[in-house]
């Protein structure tokens, strides 16, 4: 991740000004192939460079809590990677130590970033769906489908007690929220960890869960999560039926948007002449170029550093944002285990 994050802050102008690894070979290693100007021994030095405007956490979940906290103490902007922080309670702190330290925090939920998400969303917010009925949305991959498939994620320990849910399902939450301009306001869910042992190593965390919600608005949700779909690399997508029409979205052809009516279907294909306001300004390339994934993690960050020099973006995905995800997936969570339905509470 500290390579996507690299090419986006030079995209939005900036320097890589430093970076630090687990080790001090690792930090000159990790300095070298990502152009940064000098590397740090640790994270108490990198923080406290005067030289470093905005930290950009991109390390295992565990250690999220600890070198954000670094950050924000020594007065810095900062861009943690998601999952926040493995518990919610750590989400919450992180959210609140960095209203208090008065600084820009953001979290990369980077699909928000895709102009044709931004079109989805006018579309709903401007009412052509009509009201809202129901919701289906899915994240799923397949870098764990086989047994022998191992990762630090994999590690409880490292990566949290929520692994597929915590790891994609929070973008996903994150979209279909956004997009929908809905809130869940409980769920039931079931997770399912397809392989006990991998490597000779116990799995604690799930490979797949599967998530029925209902909204405060009662629209009828259901999430699907899953690190184990074969032949599925990075397939995030989401539709939307109202009384008047549907749309859908999916990311891995981030160009086109389905719209639905009884009387017919259509795609709408990415072209500013057609497109409102907040799409437009996201399509960065003349249409007909094709938009991906780096292009909406560019434009994330450069909304950050715009925030950060006194701009409000809009949609700019922050540490509450960050503790809503937490929330729902701290749900998801305590539904699996114990079984029925899961209050979610109120957003931050």
């Known amino acids: 991740m500290a390579e996507v994050h690299s090419r986006a802050v030079r995209a939005a102008w900036g320097t890589v000004e430093a970076v630090t690894s687990s080790s001090v070979p690792a930090s000159h290693a990790a300095a070298d192939h990502l152009g940064a100007v000098r590397p740090h021994d640790s994270v108490s030095a990198l923080v406290t460079d005067p030289a470093v405007d905005v930290v950009h956490v991109c390390t295992p979940n565990s250690t999220h ?16 990677e998601k999952p926040l922080a493995t518990t919610l309670a750590g989400a919450t702190e992180l959210a609140a130590a960095a209203r208090e330290a008065g600084v820009v925090a953001t979290v990369p939920f980077v699909y928000r970033y895709h102009p044709m998400v931004r079109e989805a969303r006018a579309r709903i917010a401007a009412g052509e769906l009509g009201t809202l009925l129901s919701l289906q949305g899915s994240y799923t991959q397949d870098w ?32 279909v929220e956004f997009v929908s301009g809905a809130r869940i306001a ?19 965390t799930e490979d797949v869960a599967a998530v029925l919600a209902v909204t405060t608005s009662d629209v009828v949700v259901s999430l699907f999560v899953s690190q184990v779909a074969a032949g599925r690399k990075n397939r995030l997508a989401f539709e939307l039926s109202g009384t008047r029409a549907a ?22 294909v990415r072209d500013v002449t057609q497109l409102g306001p907040d799409a437009s300004r996201l399509s960065v390339v003349p249409s007909g170029h094709p938009m991906g994934y ?29 503790v809503r995800a937490a929330q729902i997936t701290d749900a998801v969570l305590r539904s699996a285990r114990d079984g029925g339905w899961v209050e979610v509470g109120e957003p931050a």
């Open 186 to 204: 409980r769920l039931a869910a079931v997770t399912r960890t397809v392989f006990p042992e991998r490597g000779g190593v116990a799995v604690d």
């Open 294 to 322: 780096q292009d909406a993690f560019n434009a994330f960050v450069a909304d950050t550093y715009a925030a950060i020099r006194g701009e409000h973006p809009e949609g700019l995905p922050t540490f509450d944002d960050g």
């Open 247 to 268: 749309v859908q979205f999916d990311q891995e052809s981030p160009e086109e948007l389905w719209l639905g009516a009884r009387d017919g279907s259509r795609l709408l």
């Open 65 to 80: 809590r600890e070198y954000t906290l670094a950050a924000l103490r020594a007065g810095k902007h900062v861009v943690c």
């Open 144 to 175: 764990l489908l086989e047994p022998g498939d191992e990762n630090w994620r994999l590690d409880a320990q490292v990566g949290g007690d929520s692994r597929a849910f915590a790891d994609i399902g929070s973008h996903l939450v994150d979209l």
